[in-house]
């Protein structure tokens, strides 16, 4: 019996009929199960889905369950190549457990986070991972904390991606000590002078970078000075916008400039083409992250490499595993200096 273009949407009992077998041999051939059935039955229950063009309610099964088989996944900018970067693992692990990815984008707003985070938990997903960096004094944050605790008090698995902080589950990225490894290599190049681009004083990734690069500076006796440090949107646009206030000021004294991630150098590279400055013939730039980007732009851009992918897989692992039940389970990955041709031996 097929369905009927104009008919009612096939239910599971009308798939157990058209099969000939019990309802809950039909919902544990169709849903998952853990209980074994047999083949000849599950065969038979999959040709009559078939047939009737039956399709499970997810919803339902929620209710029934208490979650789906789904992974909210809250990015803060599925454009910026970091994040879209992220997901793909995430997207990728999930697969593998037979779970669906469902993203949400913050636009970099924690209220925005915080009203996402509400709308999500009323659609019963199996976990929630938050990826970005925290600001410091927002005023969303017990409220967001809040929030999260309730969905992981009705079963719900929370993990953080370079969140650091906050009493869940994280995987998390040692900025600083990334930061400081690729000033000492910088100077290790022979580089003395520097200028440095970050994101908003409230931004803790872009802190911790800043604080890892001075101290592997410092290391050397050298410091930036304060007229040096310019700061913009966590963007590519707003590298842009703090390479061309350097340029305002003069870049005479400068030989290298560190942005804080990637898409900021690419923006300042892009400001220094555009006022005819040649890089690294007349100054050298250095990002961090390591998006694929970097390594295709002319001068490929030398930065500090973060397994992005690999975040987002150990993500998924560990919100399945017994560890996310554990709320301070910190996952730490290694980052390394990779040096390219955007800042050459002097």
Do not use: C, W
């Not at 930036?224 to 340029?247: K, N, W, Y």
């Amino acid at each position: 019996m097929a369905a009927s273009p104009t008919a009612s949407p096939a239910t599971l009992h009308d798939v157990a009929r058209e099969a000939g077998v019990s309802l809950a041999t039909a919902s544990r051939s169709l849903n998952g199960s853990t209980r074994k059935v047999n083949d000849e039955y599950r065969q038979r229950v999959l040709a009559a889905a078939a047939r009737l063009n039956y399709s499970p309610n997810f919803s339902a099964q929620a209710v029934a369950k208490g979650s789906t088989s789904t992974v909210a996944l809250l990015v803060s900018d599925i454009a910026d190549p970091y994040f879209s970067s992220i997901a793909a693992g995430v997207i990728r692990a999930a697969e593998t457990q037979g779970l669906i990815v469902t993203m949400a984008v913050t636009e970099r707003s924690t209220e925005r986070e915080l009203e996402l985070v509400r709308a999500l938990r009323g659609q019963r997903p199996r976990v929630m991972i938050l990826t970005g960096s925290r600001s410091d004094g927002s005023e969303s944050q017990a409220a967001l904390v809040a929030e999260l605790k309730a969905f992981a008090a009705t079963g719900g698995r929370v993990v953080l991606i370079s969140q650091e902080g906050l009493p869940f589950s994280t995987v998390v990225v040692d900025n600083y000590l990334g930061a400081r490894a690729l000033a000492n290599s910088l100077v290790g190049q022979g580089y003395r002078r520097f200028a440095a681009i970050g994101g908003a004083r409230t931004l803790v990734t872009s802190r911790d970078r800043l604080a890892g690069f001075a101290d592997g500076l410092a290391e050397h006796g050298i410091a930036i000075h304060p007229d040096h440090i310019v700061r913009g949107e966590f963007t590519r646009d707003g590298g842009f916008a703090a390479a061309t206030e350097l340029l305002a000021d003069g870049i005479g004294q400068i030989d290298l400039v560190f942005a804080v991630s990637d898409v900021m150098a690419i923006g300042a590279m892009s400001a220094f083409r555009e006022a005819g400055i040649v890089v690294p013939r007349d100054i050298a730039v250095a990002g961090f992250d390591d998006i694929d980007t970097a390594r295709d732009v002319t001068p490929a851009l030398t930065t500090v490499h973060i397994p992005l992918a690999d975040l987002g897989q150990q993500a998924v692992e560990l919100a399945l595993s017994d560890a996310a039940l554990s709320s301070d389970e910190v996952i730490r990955v290694e980052t390394r200096v990779v040096l390219r041709a955007s800042s050459p031996q002097l």
